[in-house]
Structure formats: C-alpha cells, structure tokens
C-alpha cells in the first residue's frame, strides 16, 4: 500500500524513512525532486476524516499566527488508508530568542478577535473525537462541550463515581470574561517544535517556534495556557513574554487545576491509570 501511495502522489520510491509519527500513525520522510517532506497515514474507517480536519486546523494556526506551521501539501484516502503529507521542517538549534518569540506568538495568537466559542466541525484530540458545538458564552461550551461528556463517559465504564457529574455546573463560571481565542488545543511540548526551513536567512532565521499535531477550537486563552503547564518542557521565560504582550488575570495560576481537567479526562480515557484519580481529585475540589 505504502509503495502505491508513494507513486500516487509522485514521490521517490526510494529513500522512504519511518520517522515518530505518534501512537496511532505510521509516519515517514519521503523526498520529491531532492525536497524532503512528512508523511502521515492510518486506516480511514476507525477515524474518519481525521486527516482532513488536522490539515484544516494547520491552515487555521498559519493563517492567524507567526508560528511556523508545515505547509499542507496534500490530504486525501487511498486504499483505505488516510494521509497527509506535509512540508518537512528541519528540527534546528533554538534562536537566542526562542522562548520569547513562542511566548509572543502565542499571545498574538490568542488576541485574533471571535465571535464564538467552538469550531465549523468537530475534530480530535489525540484519537478522541472533540466535539465543538457553537456557543455564545465559554461557560457552557467547557461545560458541555469539554467536560461533562467526558466525564459521563468515565462514569459510564465504571472508573468516575456518578456523584462526581453533579459538580460539572460549578466550572462553567469561574473563568474570567475574555475574549474568544483560537487555540492549539493540544500544546504540550511535543507538539512544539524548534525548527527551519531551507534557505533560511538573516530575515528568516533557523531555530523558530513551530507547531504541528493542533486540536483547534475557539476557548479560553487559559487553555492552552494550562496545557503548557501540565506535562512540563516549557521554560518559565516564555510566560513572560506572553504576559508581556498580553497580560493574564491576576489569579489565573489558581484556575490552572480547572484548565487541566479536559487535558487529564481525555487521557484518562485513552489511557486510564493515575490520569483518573487526578480528573476526579479536581472534580472535588471545586
């Protein structure tokens, strides 16, 4: 199949390279004419259109961010197989700046004006489908749309006691009013890159932000905020850089539990263990 495709979309069939591609898909660098570029595939029917709706979610973050984001080029199904084959971006040694220049990104990013909560479509996070039902208020859409499914479907299979339901409703208003931002949805630190393209130059430098992998929706800014937090790999500077350029609310550390808990729920389904016991701990505690 791999062979095929590769001829389909005009690849070299020589020089194919697996490369890290995550838990569920088989990943590859392949060349064009001396160009190299990412390649992404899994079975289509288990995930529908998961690939489409990532590449749109890249173009979403290109097109509203300084990030360097790969460059989608081309997205499609063959033989029962989903792919995506990307730009390839070279991982490169930090910028002096690094830290600062993804701690500004971000809060240009997150300054872009919305109108609603959600997204045009539904997408995943990690292999778990993400719902993103419109919303005009945050409140509901982290209850309902983030939340509370999740949280029944843990109850459901036994591992969340029901009570733990009855607390969803006190989240929906303990955030700040702010303004709706586009978020990655998914920014640990595996899914930011330090990276370069070819033929970089003084104007252009090597060594920039970059992200890849998004679960984009329209939230609170302190969701991607309380990501970064969560599994570690981010210096402190770029918090500074991003309060710099657009300042959090005074108390914002004391919410980083509650911006947690979606991130926690969805790997305390796909993967269960202590995951659980951090979900419902927050769950209690507010």
């Avoid at 640990?188 to 970089?200: F, Y």
Wanted: glycine content about 8%; some cysteine.
């Amino acid at each position: 199949m791999l062979l095929n495709l590769i001829h389909h979309l005009g690849l070299d069939a020589a020089g194919i390279q697996p490369v890290p591609g995550g838990d569920i898909n088989q990943a590859y660098k392949v060349w064009r004419k001396g160009r190299a570029y990412f390649l992404k595939l899994n079975r289509a029917a288990p995930f529908a259109a998961m690939m489409e709706k990532e590449a749109r979610g890249l173009e979403a973050l290109r097109t509203n961010s300084r990030f360097i984001v790969p460059q989608v080029e081309a997205v499609g199904v063959w033989e029962g197989y989903q792919y995506l084959l990307l730009e390839w971006l070279e991982p490169a040694s930090p910028h002096p700046d690094f830290w600062k220049m993804f701690g500004e990104f971000l809060a240009e990013l997150h300054q872009k004006e919305w109108e609603r909560y959600g997204w045009t479509e539904d997408n995943y996070i990690g292999r778990l489908p993400q719902s993103n039902n419109q919303h005009t208020g945050w409140g509901s859409f982290f209850t309902e749309e983030r939340i509370r499914p999740l949280v029944k479907r843990l109850v459901d299979e036994g591992a969340l006691q029901a009570a733990l339901l009855d607390r969803v409703d006190r989240l929906a208003n303990l955030f700040p009013d702010e303004n709706p931002a586009l978020l990655h949805g998914d920014l640990w630190s595996g899914n930011l890159l330090c990276a370069g393209r070819t033929g970089a130059t003084a104007n252009h430098p090597q060594g920039l932000p970059a992200l890849i992998d998004p679960a984009i929706y329209i939230g609170h800014r302190e969701m991607d905020i309380g990501m970064t937090q969560l599994f570690g790999g981010f210096d402190r500077s770029f918090l500074e850089a991003y309060h710099y350029h657009y300042p959090l609310a005074a108390d914002w550390r004391e919410r980083l539990p509650i911006t947690q808990l979606y991130p926690l729920l969805v790997h305390a389904l796909l993967f269960g263990g202590h995951y659980i016991s951090s979900a419902a701990s927050i769950l209690q505690r507010y």
